[in-house]
C-alpha cells in the first residue's frame, strides 16, 4: 500500500483559499493561532486573509514622493512569517507529487540566506521530512533561532549574504556524504519557486488592480529585489496581461552583479547572493536599480522605531504608521525604494501604478536594529526627518540600468560561471533558457501539478 503524505494546498487554491475544502479551511484559520506549528497551516499559505481579502497596502504618497502608486503586497501574515513559505511548500509538493522524495527516508537540505530556509524549516519539518538549514553565519540571530524552533538542524557557512558559493559547497559536502538519502532543494534552481510567484503571487497582483480600481486599473512595473528570483518570476505572469509593464529587479550597490558583473559583501538580507540564479528570466527583464543597504537598514529603523513613527505620524494617521511598522523588514524597505528610483525614472504619473513585495517584518531584525544604535546613536527626531528626506524624498535615478539588448545577453550569459562551471548545468541547457518557450512550458505545469495532488486525495480519500 502506498504511504499517505502529510501535503497542503495546490496552486489554485493558495491563490483562491475559498476554494479549500470549507471545513479543512475553518480548522487551518482556527490553528493560525492556537498552533503555528500544525502542519493543517499549510492551508494558509496564501496573499489572503479569513475574510478572504488580500495582504497589501497603497502607499501614501506623502511617503513616497512620487505621483505613481506604490502597491505593496506584505508576507508577514504567511506561515513562518515571510512568503518564502510558498515557494519551500511548492518546491517540496511538486518532489512529493513526482515520488522524487520519500518523508520515511529522505533527509532534506535546504540552500539559504534566510528566509527560504526558515521556510523551510517550517514547511519540511510540518511535512514530516528530516530537514538541514544551510546559512551564512552573518545571518541575523533571529533566523538562526526560528529555524531551530521549528524543528531544523541548521549549518553556519562562512559570510554574509552574498557569500552563496558557500552554502553550495557545503550543500555538495552533506549530499556527498549520503547521497542515497539526502535530497538538495536549490531555491535558486528548482522552479517550483518559481511557479508558486508567477501563478499565485502574479495573479494575485493582477487581481488586485483590477478589483480595487487602483490607478487606471494596469500595472506599469513590478519591481523586486532578487534573492532566488523566484518573487520576480510574477512579472512573467504580469506582462501576459500588460505587455508594457516593466519588471526592475533590483539588488544592493555594495553588490552590483547584474548592474555591473560586480560583487562584494552587503547587509539586505534576503537579496544580492552575487550570481544570477538557473530560475530569473532575465530575457523577460527590462531594467535593474541598485540601493544602499544601509539607507535601506536605516529607513527601516524610522519605520519601526517609536520616535521614527512619532516623525511620521506628521505626515500621515497614525493607523498607516501603525500598519507600515509591522509590515516591513530590510529587503522590504530596499523595495520601496528601488520603487521610487523607478517612478522617478520613468516619470510615471498618478494614474500609473508600481506592484513590490514585502518579504517579511522587523521581528527578524531586532538584531540589526541594535547594531544600529551601537555604531550611530538611537535617532531622535531630527535624525529621523533627515533620513526621511535624503533617502526618500531626495532619491536620484542613478544606478539605473535598462534592459537593451546586450544587457540582457551580459545578464544571462552571468548565469555559465555558477551553472555551467560549477553547478554541473550544460552549455545546451543554459542556451534553452534564452527562449521563450523554455519558460512557457515551466509555467504549464502548474497545471499537472494541481492535478496530480487532486489525483493523490482522491486515491486516500477514506
Known amino acids: 500500500m502506498k504511504r499517505s503524505y502529510v501535503l497542503g494546498p495546490s496552486f489554485e487554491e493558495m491563490l483562491h483559499p475559498e476554494k479549500i475544502d470549507p471545513k479543512i479551511r475553518k480548522k487551518a484559520l482556527e490553528m493560525k493561532k492556537k498552533d503555528p506549528l500544525d502542519p493543517i497551516n499549510l492551508y494558509n499559505i496564501t496573499w ?107 549549518y553556519a557557512t562562512p559570510g554574509c549574504e552574498s557569500n552563496v558559493k558557500e552554502i553550495y559547497d557545503k550543500a555538495k559536502e552533506l549530499y556527498e556524504e549520503n547521497p542515497e538519502k539526502v535530497r538538495i532543494l536549490n531555491q535558486f534552481s528548482e522552479f517550483g519557486n518559481y511557479r508558486f510567484h508567477y501563478y499565485v503571487t502574479g495573479n494575485t497582483i493582477l487581481e488586485i488592480i483590477d478589483e480595487f480600481n487602483i ?88 519605520f519601526t522605531d517609536e520616535v521614527g513613527k512619532e516623525f511620521l505620524k506628521e505626515l500621515i494617521p497614525e493607523k498607516q504608521v501603525e500598519k507600515l511598522s509591522e509590515i516591513f523588514g530590510i529587503s522590504g524597505v530596499a523595495n520601496v525604494l528601488c520603487a521610487i528610483k523607478t517612478a522617478k525614472y520613468y516619470n510615471l504619473s498618478k494614474d500609473e501604478n508600481i506592484v513590490t513585495i514585502a518579504t ?61 562551471e560549477q553547478q554541473g548545468k550544460t552549455v545546451e541547457e543554459l542556451d534553452l533558457t534564452k527562449d521563450y518557450d523554455y519558460w512557457k512550458k515551466e509555467q504549464d505545469k502548474v497545471k499537472d501539478i494541481d492535478r496530480k495532488l487532486l489525483e493523490y486525495r482522491e486515491a486516500h480519500r477514506e
Open 215 to 302: 490607478g487606471n486599473k494596469k500595472v506599469a512595473a513590478v519591481v523586486a529585489t532578487v534573492g532566488s528570483a523566484g518573487t520576480i518570476a510574477c512579472g512573467d505572469k504580469v506582462k501576459e496581461v500588460f505587455p508594457d509593464a516593466k519588471i526592475i529587479a533590483g539588488e544592493p550597490i555594495q553588490c552590483p552583479t547584474l548592474s555591473l558583473n560586480g560583487y562584494g559583501g552587503h547587509d539586505i538580507q534576503g537579496i544580492g547572493d552575487k550570481h544570477v540564479t538557473w530560475i530569473h528570466n532575465v530575457m523577460n527583464m527590462d531594467g535593474v536599480v541598485a540601493v544602499d543597504d544601509l539607507e535601506s537598514k536605516k529607513m527601516l529603523q524610522v
Open 360 to 420: 517579511d517584518n522587523i521581528n527578524r531584525y531586532s538584531s540589526v536594529m541594535s547594531d544600529l544604535n551601537k555604531m550611530y546613536g538611537k535617532i531622535d527626531r531630527n535624525e529621523a526627518k533627515n533620513r526621511f528626506e535624503s533617502i526618500f524624498m531626495n532619491a536620484k535615478t542613478d544606478w539605473m540600468f535598462e534592459g537593451t539588448v546586450n544587457n540582457r545577453k551580459r545578464w544571462h550569459n552571468l548565469k555559465y560561471y555558477t551553472w555551467v
Open 48 to 154: 489572503k486573509d479569513s475574510n478572504n481579502d488580500y495582504y497589501y497596502v497603497v502607499l501614501p504618497k506623502e511617503i513616497t514622493g512620487v505621483e505613481a502608486n506604490i502597491v505593496v503586497l506584505y508576507g508577514k501574515d504567511f506561515p513562518s512569517g515571510s512568503h518564502k513559505v510558498g515557494a519551500t511548500y511548492s518546491i517540496l509538493l511538486e518532489k512529493i507529487i513526482n515520488d522524487e522524495i520519500d518523508p520515511y527516508y529522505h533527509t532534506l537540505v535546504w540552500p539559504s540566506t534566510g528566509n527560504y530556509g526558515i521556510g523551510g524549516a517550517w514547511v519540511g519539518c510540518r511535512m514530516k521530512f528530516d530537514s538541514i538549514v544551510i546559512l551564512p553565519e552573518l545571518m541575523s540571530s533571529e533566523r538562526f533561532d526560528l529555524i531551530r524552533e521549528y524543528g531544523a538542524r541548521v
